[in-house]
């Protein structure tokens, strides 16, 4: 037998890249589009007002998620040809789209408890703010998942 076997984890993250990757690619584009729309909207409608701004997490979501969206496919097909650089590659993404579900919910939970200016959160934001960091942290967990078991020595023997 000629070639490297390509190991059952490495398709398994290289196939749901392949279909993640495209969608989220147009939810950054769009969104980043939406966010230069609703800015210039609010500029224009706004005037000097320094309480007429777009919050930046119409931002940075989009932006991470066209760039990650873009990373997870060439790193999928990367993975695919069996290459290492696909492997590290596939590694940072699904780190970074852990860290960003986690920076959005921790952005979330941070606007719940805020809510009220006056007197401190109430109970219900608290409880609110928990839920979200529960879904947060159970949505960001199969992304951390498959990038330690993409770290590990026993895959990186067998994509050599």
Same mark, same amino acid.
């Given at each position: 037998?000629?070639?490297?076997v390509?190991?059952?984890?490495?398709?398994?993250?290289?196939?749901?890249?392949?279909?993640?990757?495209?969608?989220?690619?147009?939810? &950054? =584009? /769009?969104? +980043?589009? #939406?966010?230069?729309?609703?800015?210039?909207?609010?500029?224009? $409608?706004?005037?000097?007002d320094?309480?007429?701004e777009?919050?930046l997490?119409?931002?940075?979501?989009?932006?991470?998620?066209?760039?990650?969206?873009?990373?997870g496919?060439? &790193? =999928? /097909?990367a +993975?695919? #040809?069996?290459?290492?650089?696909?492997?590290?590659?596939m590694? $940072?993404v699904?780190?970074?789209?852990?860290?960003?579900?986690?920076?959005?919910?921790?952005?979330?939970?941070?606007?719940?408890?805020?809510?009220s200016?006056?007197?401190?959160?109430?109970?219900e934001?608290?409880?609110?703010?928990?839920?979200?960091?529960?879904?947060?942290?159970?949505?960001?967990?199969?992304?951390?998942?498959i990038?330690?078991k993409?770290?590990?020595?026993?895959?990186?023997i067998?994509?050599?």
């Open positions: 037998m000629t070639g490297s390509r190991p059952r984890i490495a398709s398994v993250v290289a196939v749901i890249w392949l279909y993640l990757g495209p969608p989220w690619v147009l939810i &950054g =584009a /769009f969104g +980043l589009y #939406g966010y230069w729309w609703i800015a210039g909207a609010v500029a224009e $409608l706004g005037g000097n320094p309480r007429a777009v919050p997490v119409f931002l940075w979501f989009p932006a991470c998620t066209l760039v990650l969206g873009l990373a496919t060439k &790193g =999928a /097909f +993975l695919l #040809g069996n290459r290492e650089s696909g492997r590290f590659l590694r $940072l699904n780190a970074g789209a852990a860290l960003m579900i986690l920076a959005f919910t921790a952005n979330w939970m941070h606007g719940v408890t805020q809510a200016r006056f007197g401190g959160a109430s109970w934001q608290v409880q609110m703010a928990l839920f979200g960091l529960l879904v947060g942290v159970l949505t960001a967990l199969p992304f951390i998942i990038a330690r993409l770290g590990s020595p026993e895959l990186r067998l994509m050599q």
